[in-house]
């Protein structure tokens, strides 16, 4: 009665370990949330205020199929002062969040056993979707003591008749890491349309992140509003995409979809070209965050090879305490009442870490970090 492909779609473990963690909260403990992606901060006023504007002004209809053409402008305005790329409003399609801008993009790209190729750690979700298509996740290992960063040589050799497309993640969730330049501009000549998943650019403390675009306009951006405005609960995403995959992917926004709310997207246009001094504030206090985390964490035993300098996560070895990350995890949940993710969410290669977010308040961090020290004093003395 019920599809397979609804019996078989594995969880989302973070989710499993939030909800877990909730239901904890409705009998009175207190948790300290170090598992989510969710920034703590509320949206921006200036947000609210076009938000507000927009309703006022009776902006609740549906909107065009690809989203405002003011907002597709904005859009492109932003990724020409940002990375002195051209892009054509009409290139872009804006979405309900970004995973239905991922769901879009993958049902355009798929028929089934073609192959894409991606990092392992990854973000949990992305085999879901392949899957989900009938496609064929390919994984590549990156490794802890090279910053977590792709090869291309490696790419080049997962590569076959049956590759659709290579996903890169910049700054990258589980990891916090950036892609070097060099490498990305090699992934982008191997031939493969590029899927580039963009969601925490702006979140970037030393360094500079790249767009997929600088190196090549045959490629699909995947961005949106959630994390660096801090704007998850608005569910405003984008794509970016080359010409003769518009009309395919703006047909099934209207079918599956219609189109991305109406007074949101004028939201939207305020964070593009009135929230500068917002994100600068909120990068600061993450990269506040991101100072203390590392190192109390390498102070209570984890490993950390490369630190992260993007995103809010660190990806901390936690091999010398468990090689079970799951089961690591929901017993710190359970008996230190501190969230994290565990790494084999993340993919294989991220067995045995856990994933630590700074999107909490650093006195929460803190909170968490001393329930952490106390318990694994006390499990592993």
């Known amino acids: 009665m019920i599809a397979s492909r609804a019996l078989t779609i594995p969880p989302f473990i973070v989710m499993d370990v939030l909800e877990r963690a909730k239901n904890m909260e409705r009998q009175g403990l207190d948790v300290v949330h170090l598992e989510v992606g969710e920034p703590d901060f509320d949206t921006p006023s200036c947000i609210l205020d076009a938000a507000m504007e927009a309703m006022r002004a009776g902006k609740t209809h549906y909107t065009h199929s690809q989203g405002l053409y003011e907002l597709r402008e904005a859009i492109s305005e932003h990724y020409k002062e940002r990375y002195g790329v051209e892009v054509d409003p009409d290139r872009v399609v804006v979405t309900a969040g970004t995973s239905p801008a991922l769901l879009l993009a993958f049902a355009a790209l798929l028929e089934p056993g073609d192959e894409v190729v991606l990092s392992n750690p990854h973000y949990a979700c992305y085999p879901h979707f392949i899957r989900f298509f009938s496609g064929k996740p390919v994984f590549v290992d990156v490794e802890e003591q090279d910053g977590f960063q792709l090869q ?82 608005w569910r405003l995403g984008y794509l970016i995409l080359p010409n003769e995959l518009v009309r395919p992917v703006q047909k099934m ?97 991220a067995e045995g870490y856990l994933r630590f977010s700074y999107a909490a308040s650093l006195d929460r961090i803190q909170e968490g970090m001393e329930r952490l020290g106390r318990y694994l004093a006390e499990r592993f003395v």
């Open 152 to 233: 291309p040589e490696r790419i080049l050799q997962s590569i076959t008749s049956r590759t659709k497309a290579v996903l890169v993640n910049s700054p990258s969730n589980p990891t916090g890491n950036l892609l070097d330049a060099h490498r990305m501009e090699a992934i982008a000549q191997m031939g493969p349309t590029v899927i580039s998943d963009e969601i925490y650019h702006g979140l970037v403390y030393s360094g500079r992140e790249h767009s997929i675009l600088e190196f090549t306009d045959q490629a699909i951006v995947l961005n949106g509003f959630s994390k660096l405005y801090a704007m998850t609960g």
């Open 253 to 349: 926004h209207q079918n599956f979809f219609i189109s991305a709310n109406d007074f949101g997207q004028w939201a939207a246009i305020a964070a593009l070209r009135h929230a500068h001094q917002d994100v600068a504030s909120m990068r600061r206090v993450y990269d506040q965050r991101r100072r203390y985390l590392i190192p109390k964490l390498r102070e209570l035993g984890f490993g950390i090879g490369v630190e992260p300098t993007g995103a809010f996560y660190v990806l901390a070895n936690a091999r010398g305490f468990s090689q079970n990350s799951y089961e690591l995890a929901f017993d710190i949940l359970e008996n230190a009442r501190v969230g994290v993710a565990p790494g084999i969410d993340f993919g294989t290669n």
